[in-house]
């Protein structure tokens, strides 16, 4: 790969290459040495509290940012302000706009996502991607917490992909790793982690829109469970999305 960064699928598929080879610290330190704005966007989930972590420890040139929706779990909430004492750095909040957050309540109605995948695209669309676009600004590299085996529709994630849609490379640093490597990573570290995973969450979003999992069920089978559709993402991570015509999720 050439040195010199670029947002270019040539880079990414480069990049990819690279940081197959790499644990995940040097993953994240050869990232954060490319010359680019290095944004990552934590769910506050346990495998991003592992990116989190790997950040803090490494005190890595990585900002960390998170979506505060406005319709989180408290025990979600709670764990910013532990993570950032635990690690010594701070989580940038990105909360929606005001105006658009009433103005999808007067369309809709607050909770009108219960009501069809327009009105749910919709709510995302205004607590979390807007947002999360305000948090991606001038940035070149985006890292998330996504795993192979959260779902049928993660099961190729690679290390580093092309955003067409934003115009930067999208890291995915744990992208082979286990939830059983999440735990142990956890333990090593002592990393702070929600509380709502052991109460059968392993995927945790928006309280609304967000239950506990059954055993047997798939790790994101909790969130929008009231939609039919096996894609359902919500918005954030979109290319997969957009291109089954399903709509975009974050986190
Ligand atoms: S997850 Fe639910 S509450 Fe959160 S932004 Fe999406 S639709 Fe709205």
Request: glycine share 8%; proline share 6%; aromatic share 8%.
């Amino acid at each position: 790969m050439t040195d010199r960064f670029e947002a270019t699928p040539a880079f990414a598929d480069a990049l990819d290459r690279a940081l197959a080879a790499l644990p995940l610290e040097e993953r994240l330190a050869h990232v954060a040495a490319l010359g680019a704005r290095a944004v990552f966007t934590t769910s506050l989930g346990i495998e991003d509290q592992v990116i989190t972590a790997a950040i803090g420890l490494n005190r890595l040139e990585i900002a960390v940012s998170t979506l505060e929706t406005g319709r989180l779990f408290k025990e979600t909430v709670d764990l910013i302000g532990e993570t950032e004492e635990r690690f010594g750095l701070s989580i940038r909040l990105y909360r929606p706009e005001q105006a658009d957050v009433d103005a999808y309540a007067a369309q809709y109605g607050l909770n009108g996502f219960y009501d069809s995948v327009e009105a749910r695209h919709a709510c995302c669309g205004v607590r979390k991607l807007k947002p999360l676009a305000r948090a991606l600004e001038g940035a070149g590299i985006w890292i998330t917490g996504l795993r192979r085996g959260q779902s049928g529709n993660r099961a190729t994630t690679p290390f580093a992909e092309f955003d067409a849609e934003r115009n930067l490379i999208k890291v995915n640093p744990l992208a082979d790793w286990s939830i059983e490597d999440i735990n142990a990573y956890v333990e090593a570290h002592a990393v702070p982690v929600n509380p709502l995973h052991k109460r059968g969450y392993p995927s945790i979003g928006c309280e609304p829109c967000t239950r506990a999992i059954k055993p047997g069920e798939p790790e994101r089978a909790g969130r929008w469970w009231w939609e039919q559709d096996e894609k359902r993402e919500c918005g954030l991570h979109v290319a997969e999305a957009a291109a089954s015509s399903s709509l975009p999720e974050p986190a």
